[in-house]
């Protein structure tokens, strides 16, 4: 089994999504707007005012939920081949999610990058800059502009992440899609591509998405309780 995840699964530990009723870009469409490379790059304001934004970022005081450690127990049971996730916040491996099996299709809010000489850093050091008064930190290394080492509006998947998400779509007999609207794209078509191999689809979403016609199940449940409850029934089948 493959699953992915969306911004959905980590709102029970207070991370707002993005497309939802109460959603980062429903309540303000112009953030999403601001969230594009080309614009990042191009407007100091806007850096400084993201460099802010993450020093104050839920991330940083957030914990896994029930829906995250039901995937660990997925996993411990033998039945998760994959775990793909659009999020940034990196609650699975902090629920016990073995590193290897998550797939970050989005990156990490944990590192910064440059932008010019692709220079890694812990997200904590840049911040600490932050705080000390660097209102837009320039790379240690090269002095080029850093960000979060995450995938703006813009900016293409990282090749080899993409390659191993189709991989684990594709080789699945259940694929399984939690907390995501499945329209961002290429995300959202990992549904088609398990589908196109022959696996059963199910989606777990609070809002409807353009893929529950296909889907074998939906499930318009609370996730952190729906999950669990799914996982439950998923271990007990495979015994």
Not at 133 to 140: A, I, N, Q, T, V
Request: net charge negative; charged share 20%; hydrophobic share 40%.
């Amino acid at each position: 089994m493959s699953v992915l995840t969306g911004a959905g699964i980590s709102t029970d530990s207070g991370i707002p999504d993005f497309r939802g009723p109460q959603g980062v870009w429903t309540k303000n469409p112009s953030a999403a707007a601001n969230a594009s490379i080309d614009r990042y790059l191009a407007d100091p304001g806007i850096r400084r005012d993201s460099w802010r934004a993450r020093l104050d970022h839920p991330a940083w005081q957030a914990r896994p939920n029930a829906a995250h450690l039901a995937l660990v127990d997925l996993e411990r049971a033998g039945l998760l081949r994959a775990l793909i996730t659009q999020n940034i916040d990196e609650l699975h491996q902090r629920a016990g999610s073995a590193p290897e099996l998550v797939i970050e299709l989005h990156g990490t809010l944990h590192r910064a990058e440059c932008v010019s000489c692709d220079l890694i850093t812990p997200m904590p050091e840049v911040l600490a800059r932050v705080t000390a008064g660097e209102e837009d930190p320039p790379c240690p290394r090269c002095g080029g502009i850093q960000k979060s080492n995450t995938i703006s509006f813009g900016q293409a998947l990282k090749p080899d992440v993409l390659d191993a998400a189709l991989t684990a779509a594709r080789s699945c007999e259940l694929f399984l899609a939690v907390g995501t609207s499945l329209t961002v794209h290429p995300a959202a078509g990992l549904c088609g591509e398990a589908l196109d191999a022959g696996a059963k689809l199910v989606i777990m979403n609070a809002e409807p998405t353009p893929y529950d016609p296909f889907a074998d199940r939906v499930i318009n449940e609370p996730i952190g309780a729906a999950l669990p409850g799914l996982v439950k029934e998923l271990i007990d089948a495979a015994r």
